[in-house]
């Protein structure tokens, strides 16, 4: 019998995973990852501390290595492959090595499309001081030239474009963040909770709201939007990923958020074929619709999902509820399931409070403020959304209420919640027990 | 038609919030607190900061002055009043007014008692030197007390022990801690997990564990145990405390757990006569049987179910799991649910796991190293216990692990969880989720 062979396109953190689990439910399969770059299992998450200079070695931007993790895990990985065709009615996929152009053709049994997302882009003619901070493989490149600048113009106020205006600030430059939304981070805040973000940014760096880019021009050294004309040394461009599906042909494939609709297993609508990561959309737990949550976790997760499915283990991937963290200065900022906004929009009937509290005890010296909002459904009482802003114990608090949406949890559930107590950081009725109170006492 | 009458003995947080809570549901109800000593809604959990000297105001010990709550609430407060009588068939009470000896009685209608917990004892002759840290209305004369002293002797390495140890050192006192179990805070954690902590305690303090104190003479300054004898300049006992019964005549009130037996609404065997915080049993979820957790948090929502129920508002009481934190140093120490060792009494057949891992991204500067424990019972996959020692973000994963086993989650629900993640405060593959998935793939 010839043995099986699964085919892992992208060696992010979701074909990584993939490739891990498979190899361990399956360990004499063939296992063959074609990442494009020459680094496998990067994150990221970690570019806007490289800039700020928090370290200094984008080695550390990869988990392991491409030889590691052949070592250790048995797995065949090229690196500087790039997929020049997928004839997934065939099981075919070709590679061509960017070093040499040699042509690969591999006959698949299994396949796990991971090839993440991609920056969504502005259209200009020249890019000589605009910059996409995406891909660690460019870390040190990108780096070296936003830090040439003294003037800094971000387009885009969500969590990259918030923890980049950081970066640049700590390390003495003039950010102009430029932002077509009514307050930043929209997608992880309501309004009520961003303000408070808004105020603090807007005291290290010059903020504009509202506004939309019309055209950037010289280079990235000018940008027209359409309430006024800015001149900076160059422009960051950090408006959000989009599912990188390039290499899909079957449209049918693909899901109303963009990314490859997928199954509880992670499976697409090709029979042995899966979708892992960022590419990947799943359903939301809250909603019933299909989303998608572009983050590591979520990644880690699917990867974990279809790695046991092709080797024979099945562990079902639950859906989404959509969980985020980014911090400002001192602040963390976080989120779990819809936002206020969104949760009106999708058709529910929601009450909602803001708890501003401590951290710790009245008398313990250190307490920071903590300022929580709850959103429930007014109809069955589920908590179905929340939002943090604190300075710490934010994201254990965050995951807290991540795993009641998940679970469908009460406000009842919540308050009742046998949480821990001491005076050095927390409340006998921490922040969260009293939003809940908050909320469950009007019914 | 008559008031309603309703009585709280003890102004504690459980009573407090009793009265708080029925007050809301019922404007026009009398209610009347019997408090023994001058102070209401006190945080004894305060005690070893104010005596370590992070605080110098005994006032902050408590959450209102009686004349606060009072004029706030419209609750009639007597403080300095001691119950001398207590008849249940009758529906009467005796109290005592400390200061002027004059006798009170009262006809209730509905009686909350939250007479709350007392040190347990060892007998001696003469405790000139001898300090129990107890009750915040002698905060202040204790803490002189011990403030002289240079030697002292801790007896008890539960909780309040730790953390006296450590107020002591911080004050450059000589501390001998004698514990009787194996290992410190033994209820708290098993002894894997305890090991840690023992070293780390060691390097400040000398540490007795397995002995037992057999006799305390010279008004505290000798203490013979059953391997030795050791001469101090005063001591400290911190042996735990039990529920403040002695009230109560009809011992058929009592549980197993020497506590006041209580139903889902907090309602003892007699009709409308409730038992709340540190005075009341309960039932832990995990194993169906009585339970007694003192601890404020517990008794903050026993409060808030009796007042309500008083009220006319019905909130059921879920029951105990038994969640717990306190620190030492760096550390933060935290457990929720059963010990492995609790379970296997309890005839669990338990499956655990230690993770060592830290707080934050390998390259972002400042990460903590963060031990996580979980048990979970092997024949259902539900998780029944987690001890956590960490430096950060320890809270808040304590108590998510406790909604988790509230709820009877699986090792599956826990691992999917879709938690937060960013280099600055988390890993992408959180702890707690790494934990999971080292049970969930085992089986």
Redesign the interface.
């Known amino acids: 019998m010839n043995k099986e062979t699964l085919a892992i396109i992208g060696g992010g953190?979701a074909g990584m995973t993939t490739a891990s689990w498979a190899r361990r439910r399956k360990p004499h399969m063939n296992i063959i990852v074609f990442e494009k770059t020459n680094l496998i299992s990067h994150?990221p998450?970690?570019l806007p501390?490289?800039i700020e200079g928090?370290?200094d070695?984008e080695k550390?931007?990869s988990?392991y290595t491409p030889e590691e993790f052949e070592k250790e895990r048995n797995v065949n990985i090229r690196i500087n492959h790039e997929i020049i065709e997928l004839d997934l009615d065939n099981r075919v996929i070709y590679a061509k090595n960017r070093n040499n152009n040699d042509i690969i053709k591999l006959e698949y049994d299994y396949l796990a499309i991971a090839t993440g997302s991609k920056p969504k882009k502005i259209k200009y003619d020249n890019e000589s001081r605009i910059f996409y901070v995406h891909h660690p493989s460019l870390a040190r490149e990108v780096k070296e030239k936003i830090m040439n600048l003294n003037n800094v113009a971000i387009i885009g106020g969500g969590i990259l474009g918030v923890e980049l205006a950081e970066a640049l600030v700590r390390n003495g430059k003039n950010v102009l963040l430029i932002h077509k939304n009514a307050y930043l981070l929209n997608k992880m805040l309501d309004n009520d909770m961003a303000s408070y973000i808004n105020n603090y940014v807007s005291k290290d760096i010059k903020l504009k709201l509202n506004e939309e880019v019309l055209e950037i021009t010289d280079g990235g050294r000018v940008i027209i939007t359409n309430n006024g004309k800015y001149e900076v040394d160059g422009t960051i461009v950090s408006i959000g990923v989009e599912p990188n599906t390039e290499l899909i042909n079957d449209k049918n494939m693909i899901g109303e958020t963009k990314a490859i609709k997928t199954d509880e297993y992670m499976r697409t609508s090709y029979k042995d074929v899966y979708a892992v990561g960022d590419v990947a959309e799943s359903t939301n737990i809250i909603t019933g619709m299909p989303d998608w949550?572009p983050?590591?976790?979520?990644a880690?997760?699917m990867g974990?999902t279809a790695g046991n499915h092709i080797g024979g283990v099945n562990?079902r991937?639950?859906g989404?509820?959509?969980?985020?963290?980014?911090?400002y200065g001192e602040y963390?900022i976080?989120k779990?399931g819809l936002t206020e906004n969104e949760a009106k929009k999708y058709g529910f009937k929601t009450i909602s409070t803001i708890i501003r509290s401590n951290t710790r005890?009245?008398?313990?010296?250190g307490g920071k403020e903590i300022i929580i909002k709850l959103i429930a459904d007014e109809n069955t009482q589920k908590l179905i959304g929340a939002q943090i802003i604190g300075q710490?114990?934010?994201?254990?608090?965050?995951?807290?209420l991540?795993?009641?949406i998940?679970?469908s949890?009460t406000l009842?559930?919540?308050?009742?919640?046998?949480?821990?107590?001491?005076?050095?950081?927390?409340r006998?009725?921490?922040p969260?027990?009293l939003a809940a109170?908050s909320l469950?006492t009007k019914f």
């Open positions: 953190d994150a998450c970690g501390y490289f928090l370290f070695d550390l931007l988990a949550q983050f590591a976790p979520v880690g997760k974990f562990y991937f639950p989404l509820i959509g969980t985020a963290i980014t911090k963390f976080a779990t005890a009245r008398y313990y010296p710490e114990e934010v994201l254990g608090r965050i995951d807290l991540a795993l009641a998940m679970k949890n009842y559930d919540l308050f009742y919640l046998e949480h821990a107590y001491m005076p050095a950081i927390s006998s009725w921490d969260v027990i109170r469950l």
